[in-house]
């Protein structure tokens, strides 16, 4: 066994039981500390890709950006209703079964699939082709997101004040 393929593993088990842990929680502010977890793990399959460019757009924009507008969110929320927001689980059953069925589905395409297939070669470098895709045809939206991503941190910052 490779160490290429040792680092999937590690990785792996910590993807799965971060996104176990995001889901089972019942503290909130916990489950979103569990789902940076997994969205760092995520941004470390891109790294074992070797793709470094997506690990660093996974960790600034997911772990970094979504996580902290999640934690503003959960602030503002607490201090709106003035009482701590635990995460319920209703459907645990049926959740259980669609993850199951998912589960099996991919694990019957990945049963079917040959063992040995040849890695391919080493590839130009993507950041360029991503790069020129932002500031191209996406321009407009990749802004939009940026206005409406500080618009929501003004606004949780402009509830969360003091009334002082």
């Known amino acids: 066994m490779t160490l290429e393929?040792?680092?999937f593993w590690v990785?792996?088990?910590?993807?799965?039981?971060?996104?176990?842990?995001?889901?089972?929680?019942?503290?909130?502010?916990h489950a979103v500390l569990y789902?940076?977890?997994?969205?760092?793990?995520?941004?470390?399959?891109?790294?074992?890709?070797?793709?470094?460019?997506?690990?660093?757009?996974?960790?600034?924009?997911?772990?970094?950006?979504?996580?902290t507008i999640v934690v503003f969110a959960i602030m503002l929320t607490e201090r709106l209703i003035g009482e701590r927001v635990r995460q319920t689980s209703r459907h645990l059953v049926n959740g259980a079964i669609v993850a199951a069925a998912v589960f099996a589905g991919i694990a019957g395409f990945l049963l079917r699939s040959p063992l040995?297939?040849?890695?391919?070669?080493?590839?130009?470098?993507?950041?360029?082709?991503?790069?020129r895709a932002l500031v191209g045809?996406?321009?407009?939206?990749?802004?939009?997101l940026g206005v409406l991503l500080v618009t929501a941190l003004l606004g949780a910052l402009y509830f969360a004040r003091s009334d002082e």
Do not use: H, K, M
């Open 137 to 144: 045809p996406f321009a407009v939206t990749l802004e939009l």
């Open 35 to 67: 789902l940076a977890a997994a969205l760092v793990a995520t941004g470390a399959i891109f790294l074992l890709l070797e793709q470094p460019f997506l690990f660093a757009v996974q960790l600034l924009l997911y772990a970094g950006g979504v996580v």
């Open 116 to 131: 040995a297939t040849p890695r391919p070669g080493p590839v130009d470098d993507a950041t360029v082709a991503i790069g």
């Open 5 to 7: 393929a040792v680092g």
């Open 11 to 29: 990785v792996a088990v910590v993807l799965l039981a971060s996104s176990l842990a995001v889901v089972l929680t019942p503290n909130l502010f």
